[in-house]
């Protein structure tokens, strides 16, 4: 079974590009605009979307996205809402790969098999459980598995390299490296220190790796392009969508934030 | 009749490797945090079995906490039930006032001997807080404690006594801005921190190792408990009564009673305005299975799976969740289970309070006044054992709001 995430780092390999990995909280700023931000950030150059399932206590996140996930669940955000946005964003664009990130409560209450085949009907090529590690995704993982969605595994600058191993072992489609220890949103990156964990990471698996948390712009984008596979932007990108007061203007600060992020990773890997 | 001063309990309430009991438990934490708690469980069950690190755990608890503490005989307590005798577990006399000194002695030991210098933990009621803050004060360490808006409000005691302890008590204003957004908010810091911090967890709950190490700082109460109501009155308690908001005091004292059959444990939750109103902290009567916090346990979520604001008189029982030990002994049926509402635990503060002179803390008085019902169906050659887990003085202001008294 094809899935739509190796496709995409395929073609980007040939190509010698760096995959632009953004992540927006599904119903955020709100529910009925998700869809067409979604294609907004596609046309800015996005090649994987990571969209948020909103959980009302993010341990792993930092203020911004907590508030985008308040404010989403305010709206009446669930698990089942985020994956009709999915569907509707695939009846225009068959292309672009769509990970599922948040916490694992809601697919538990979802229950793990009629999670995995809505998920695949609604056209989820992946998930990422920030609170579920490897080793407790037994039975979830045989149901995704069986439906073709990946899981999208975490590594930390804590995680060891006997550790590094058995993750990689059991990822799919692309690592996730988290760029610092802390939450997300925080301003701790230093692009120098990632080096040596990509170094050790890579000869784990052979993997495209993303680098996400810290990554605000142009610059650390570009930093970062030269390293990994993908460079993933939530909390700097949802802060800019923060008040829009409207769909369209939400598309527009979308656009007009990824762009010169997508041509500055361009030219760093000239 | 002779009756075994110590006996072990059967493997099956132990966790697994991962910290499973049955299908709960385990180590639900992002990636960044799993190499911490690698590290804390080697540590832990390395020190564990260090008779130095024990001996002055031990020397701690008797020179510091104060134990043992004694059993109390509740006389008029017990004429006013008209049953069973009622004795109390008086944890309340320890050190800080409550029984959460037993973990933080415990835990505060340990940070030291992993060579941490910065202490930070999470609170509802403020008693874990203030535990942890006289630890990290006592060892020279800074402390961090994180507390809900809202908790912050009813427990002005607690936070100014953590103030004068050194602590830096930093209000947390997401979500419902009570105990389970403390708790988020003290692993956003260790995440942050995470090479020179110790978290300090003040429940059951929390991932592999925190809720087997936290049951065992306190096992200190069941272990003592056992031994006093052996040689005082050579008989077992028939009946364990203690509140449970994420399960520690009774934890604590259930645990070392688990081997023996004949004695029945009850689990007092918050069933606040009612079970029926949906108003109330009572996970394992009122919720269902899920994860939370680093645990798969009984917890209360919507149909969405988000996590429910809770309501209970009592901050520290105002808790979603509870520890995963509880909910693998409800589905075994080693342990039940039951709600008091906060009128019914007002009632027996007061009752408390007048018949005995002994002003318990509102958790422990949901125990208090479960004990009484209990009692009151039961024979006068029965007992029941209540955990009186900690003493009033934090609710004096919010029992005289409840009265509309203005102090």
Redesign the interface.
């Known amino acids: 079974m094809s899935n739509r995430i190796d496709e995409r780092f395929n073609a980007l390999a040939g190509a010698g590009r760096t995959a632009l990995i953004p992540f927006v909280t599904a119903g955020y700023p709100d529910p009925a605009w998700t869809p067409s931000i979604m294609h907004a950030l596609a046309r800015a150059g996005a090649d994987v979307l990571e969209l948020g399932v909103p959980f009302s206590d993010p341990a792993a996140d930092g203020p911004v996205i907590q508030a985008a996930s308040e404010r989403a669940i305010s709206r009446g955000v669930s698990t089942r809402l985020v994956l009709d946005m999915v569907r509707e964003f695939r009846t225009q664009d068959q292309q672009t790969p769509v990970v599922l990130m948040g916490y694992l409560n809601p697919i538990e209450r979802y229950g793990h098999a009629e999670f995995a085949r809505d998920a695949e009907d609604a056209g989820v090529d992946g998930i990422l459980m920030v609170d579920c590690p490897p080793e407790e995704m037994g039975h979830l993982r045989s149901h995704l598995d069986e439906h073709g969605i990946y899981p999208i595994c975490l590594v930390a600058p804590t995680t060891t390299a006997q550790r590094m191993e058995r993750i990689a072992s059991q990822a799919r489609g692309y690592i996730y490296y988290v760029s610092f220890k802390g939450i997300t949103g925080a301003n701790r990156l230093e692009e120098t220190s990632l080096e040596e964990p990509v170094r050790e990471l890579r000869s784990h698996t052979d993997l495209p790796l993303a680098v996400g948390f810290g990554i605000k712009g142009p610059e650390s984008a570009a930093a970062v392009a030269g390293l990994a596979d993908g460079v993933v932007i939530g909390s700097a990108l949802i802060e800019q969508l923060s008040d829009s007061p409207s769909c369209d203007e939400a598309c527009q600060r979308a656009l007009r934030f990824l762009a010169p992020i997508r041509e500055a990773m361009d030219n760093s890997r000239l | 009749m002779s009756i075994e001063t110590e006996k072990s309990a059967p493997v099956s309430f132990e966790p697994d490797e ?1 910290g499973h009991f049955g299908p709960y438990g ?11 708690h690698e590290e804390l469980k080697e540590a832990y069950f390395r020190w564990r079995d260090d008779d130095e690190f024990m001996a002055r755990l031990d020397a701690d608890l008797a020179h510091y906490v104060g134990r043992p503490s004694p059993i109390y005989f509740a006389s008029r307590l017990t004429e006013l039930a008209g049953g069973a005798r009622i004795f109390l577990k008086r944890e309340d006399l320890n050190h800080t006032g409550a029984h959460k000194i037993n973990n933080t002695v415990g835990q505060a030991l340990l940070a030291d001997h992993m060579g941490k210098s910065r202490i930070i933990a999470e609170t509802g009621a403020g008693q874990h807080g203030v535990a942890s803050a006289t630890v990290a004060a006592r060892m020279g360490k800074s402390c961090v404690v994180y507390m809900g808006e809202v908790d912050i409000h009813r427990q002005a005691i607690n936070v100014f006594r953590m103030k004068l302890l050194g602590a830096e008590v930093r209000p947390v204003t ?2 419902s801005q009570t105990l ?2 403390a ?2 908010e003290a ?2 810091d260790w ?5 020179d911090t110790f978290y300090i967890i003040g429940t059951v709950a929390g991932a592999h190792p925190y809720p087997v190490m936290v049951r065992d700082f306190n096992a200190v109460v069941g272990r003592e408990a056992r031994r006093q109501m052996v040689e005082q009155y050579d008989t077992l308690p028939d009946v364990l009564v203690a509140c449970v908001g994420g399960g520690s005091n009774a934890l604590g004292l259930f645990h070392p009673f688990i081997g023996d059959d004949d004695v029945r444990m009850v689990g007092v939750e918050a069933a606040g305005h009612g079970l029926h109103t949906g108003q109330h902290a009572a996970s394992l009567c009122a919720g269902r ?6 645990c798969r346990t009984y ?1 209360m ?1 919507d ?5 429910e604001h809770t309501h209970s008189v009592s901050a520290g029982l105002d808790y979603p969740g509870v520890g995963p030990e509880h909910a693998w002994l409800k589905d075994t049926g080693r342990a039940q289970y039951v709600g008091i509402t906060d009128d019914e635990a007002m009632d027996a503060f007061h009752k408390l309070t007048r018949l005995e002179g002994i002003l318990p803390a509102l958790e422990s008085s949901h125990a208090v006044a479960q004990g009484l019902k209990l009692a009151a169906e039961m024979r006068p050659d029965q007992t029941v054992l209540v955990n009186l887990s900690g003493r009033g003085d934090k609710d004096v202001q919010t029992v005289a709001e409840l009265e509309g008294i203005s102090l």
């Open positions: 991962h385990g180590i639900y934490v992002s990636e960044t945090l799993i190499h911490a997401s979500g389970k957004d708790l988020n692993m956003r995440v942050t921190n995470v090479d299975p899920g994860v939370l916090h680093g917890l979520d149909d969405a799976g988000q996590i």
